[in-house]
């Protein structure tokens, strides 16, 4: 049987992207033997996903949740609510992310700031914390959190989005190193260039914008960086795959880059 048999997994930002790809690979990784708890502002986009994996995966059960992460109190009634059923959670992917424009220091609006901060890092460490006694109290459970190669490499135009992976990557760690005598499992998978709706978000809904920053490279694909996520929480109890920076073969760097232009 696979080792993600009967396990309940909650994957925030699952409406889209890596979120949505991570909530299939899981289903498909466990022969459909899986509870999903899928969270993320856009419900109806939930619920198609929930749609989609029950028929092609009719042992499995999909719960969606409306969940904004930027909003703190709406992290503790998210979990008070959760029904019985979805309450035993095995699995967190902290996946829910985005970032806002690419203006300079000196010319970043304070609202984005605290978008940034709010969902990247906030909504983060407060998810985090309010499902940490559960697996405390289990002694085991995997912590996934989604960084960035921008946690590790600032650019310019990215001044706040790369301070919140920073932020998300010395959170990590810190947590791993504290729970060094436990079973709970502290993985960080940081993507390089993937295509989803990020840089549409970022460019604030201008999609040519998004599309340029693809020319002439051939981006990961969301599926690209679920499998590696799904490996990771798939590995025999002992094995934490810590730490993982993934790119497409174009790209050795956040902004070296081979373009065929
Ligand atoms: P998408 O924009 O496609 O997906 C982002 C997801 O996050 C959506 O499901 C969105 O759902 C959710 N989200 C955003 N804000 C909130 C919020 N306040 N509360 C709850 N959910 C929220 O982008 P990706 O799939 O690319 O992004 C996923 C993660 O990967 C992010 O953390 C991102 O920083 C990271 N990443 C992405 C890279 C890339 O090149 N694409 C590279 C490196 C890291 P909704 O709008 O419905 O709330
Ligand atoms: C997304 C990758 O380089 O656009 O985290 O910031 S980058």
């Known amino acids: 049987a696979s080792r993600l048999a009967g396990k309940t997994i909650l994957i925030t930002g699952a409406s889209?992207?890596?979120?949505r790809a991570t909530a299939f690979e899981f289903a498909n990784a466990s022969g459909g033997d899986i509870k999903?708890?899928?969270?993320?502002r856009r419900e109806a986009a939930l619920v198609s996903i929930k749609e989609e994996i029950e028929k092609a995966y009719p042992k499995s059960?999909?719960?969606?949740?409306?969940?904004?992460?930027?909003k703190l109190p709406a992290i503790d009634a998210f979990v008070e609510n959760l029904p019985a059923e979805a309450k035993d959670i095995d699995v967190l992917v902290n996946n829910a992310g985005m970032v806002h424009g690419v203006d300079q220091v000196g010319g970043i609006a304070q609202s984005d700031i605290d978008i940034m901060f709010q969902t990247?890092?906030?909504?983060?460490?407060a998810l985090t914390q309010k499902l940490l006694p559960l697996f405390k109290e289990k002694g085991k459970g995997d912590i996934v959190n989604i960084g960035s190669i921008a946690g590790r490499e600032p650019y310019p135009g990215g001044a706040i989005y790369c301070a919140t992976k920073a932020a998300v990557k010395s959170f990590t760690e810190t947590l791993r190193k504290e729970l060094i005598a436990t079973r709970i499992r502290v993985i960080e998978v940081d993507p390089g260039q993937v295509e989803t709706e990020f840089s549409v978000v970022r460019f604030r809904g201008d999609k040519s914008k998004a599309d340029a920053v693809?020319?002439?490279v051939e981006p990961l694909i969301a599926?690209?960086?679920?499998?590696?996520i799904v490996f990771a929480v798939s590995r025999r109890e002992n094995v934490v795959i810590a730490d993982t920076l993934?790119?497409?073969?174009h790209q050795a760097s956040a902004l070296i880059m081979h373009r065929k232009l």
């Open 16 to 19: 889209s992207g890596i979120g």
């Open 36 to 40: 999903l708890i899928l969270a993320a």
């Open 61 to 70: 059960k999909v719960i969606p949740v409306a969940l904004d992460v930027s």
């Open 120 to 125: 990247n890092v906030f909504g983060l460490i």
């Open 214 to 216: 693809y020319n002439g």
């Open 223 to 228: 599926e690209d960086i679920a499998e590696v």
């Open 246 to 249: 993934v790119f497409p073969s």
